[in-house]
C-alpha cells in the first residue's frame, strides 16, 4: 500500500481490460477508531499483508456495484454497500450490511447515496483531521487529469445523476479521490470548493448537452 496523504493509503494500480487506458484502485483509511477500506480493486486480496502491517480494516464500502466484478476474497473486513447495488454485489462478495440514506456512519466519515451512474452509486466524505476526503467512486473520476462522469447508455440514468453532481457541488471537500484514473496520471485531486463546483458545473453542462462525460 502506497500512502496518498496523512491517513490514506492506496492499493497497487490495475488497468481495467475493458478500458486499458483507465487504472482502479482501493483505498485504505486509517483511523484510531478503526480503519475503513473504500472500494475494491484486482490487487486489494494481495495486500492483505500489508494491510493488516496498517492496522487491518474494520469494515469495507463499495462506491458502486462495478467494483465488486472482481470478487473480495481476502479481505474479512464486512462489506457494505447501498441497497439498490446490493443484488449486483451480492453475485460475487457477501454483504454484509447495505445503507439507503444519507447518513453519518461515525465519526467523521459520511455515506452520500449519488445515484446516477448506477442506482446505488454512492460517496463518502472523511474529515480526517488533515483533509476532508470526497470518494466519488465512478461517479465523478480523472480522465487525463480532468474531472468527467460516466453516463452508461442503457443503465445509467442521466436526470438523477444530474441530480447528484447539484449536491456533490454543495459539499466541502480539499482532496478527490475517485475509484478510476487514467493510467501514469495521479489518482487523486487536490481542490478547494470554488475550483470544485467549477469543476462539477462543467460535467453538468456536458451531460445536459447530452455527452457522457
Known sequence: MEQLLPGVFASPAER????????????????????????????????????????????????????????????????????????????????EAIFAERHRAEDGFEVIPIPGHTGGSTAYLWDSGKHRCLFTADSVYLHEGEWVAAVLPGSSDRATYLASLELLKGLDFDVLIPWAASVGRPCIATTDRADARVRLDAIIDRLRRGEDR
Open 16 to 95: 481495467l481490460s475493458f478500458a486499458p487506458s483507465t487504472e482502479v484502485r482501493a483505498f485504505l483509511l486509517q483511523r484510531p477508531s478503526g480503519n475503513l477500506l473504500v472500494y475494491n480493486a484486482p490487487p486489494v486480496a494481495q495486500q492483505a499483508d500489508a494491510i493488516g502491517a496498517l492496522g487491518g480494516a474494520a469494515r469495507r464500502y463499495l462506491g458502486h456495484w462495478h467494483e465488486a466484478m472482481f470478487g473480495c476474497e481476502g479481505i474479512t473486513a464486512p462489506l457494505h454497500c447501498h441497497a439498490d447495488d446490493r443484488e449486483e454485489v451480492a453475485k460475487r462478495c457477501a454483504v
